[in-house]
């Protein structure tokens, strides 16, 4: 099991910047980016989430995210974790493991069937969040190594701490296996010097973390 993790860890999270994969000039000819979505949430995915978790128990670990960021308790609380320069909150049961990749945070849960990644900063001022249309984050997943790719949602939210995230709710499969939760999210620095790489992957059947990936994205903040 820890082998095929890590297999999937390395080969799940890239480094592209966004200038190199297709262009400024051709991203800007698709009309369908990523703040103009139809569907992109209009508002902050934490804040709909604390309201779902409002009548949770408030608990007492000065370490959640969440409660810092959006007054989220109970069930839902998260610790922050300090990963390449951010703090991403996660639930307690993940722990940092060695990627084996230089410049690559990485955490996974205990039973290892879902993961994170971090990879940046990329410094980058010509990267925007305009430029993150469909058909560039369905390549971008596809160069990853997944699969049989539909991307259900892109939002673009404002976080905690001035960044702007962009990010990109899918499913997809990887070497065969069976379909999995993915989500790319795209952090820009606020003072628009570069940008981190976020990579999430659980099982479809994990409703424990999709309860809460709106509340995980809405913590990364700048430490």
Known sequence: MKKKFMALMLSFTMVISITA???TENNASNGKSASNQADAPTEDPASESASDGADGTSGSDSESASDDADGTSGENKLVENEANGLTIGLPAEFSAVDSGVEGM?????????AFVTVTGPFMDNNAAPDLLTEEMLTSMFQESGCSDIAID????????????AVAAFATGSMDGDQ???LVMQYYFMEDGSGYYIMNYMYPLDDTATDDIIADILASVTAK
Not at 105 to 113: E, I, S
Not at 153 to 163: L, S
């Open 21 to 23: 994969c297709g262009g």
């Open 179 to 181: 379909k999995s939760n």
């Open 153 to 164: 949602n892109i939002g673009t939210v404002q976080q905690p701490d001035g960044a702007t």
């Open 105 to 113: 945070a990485a955490f996974t849960n205990t039973d290892k069937t």
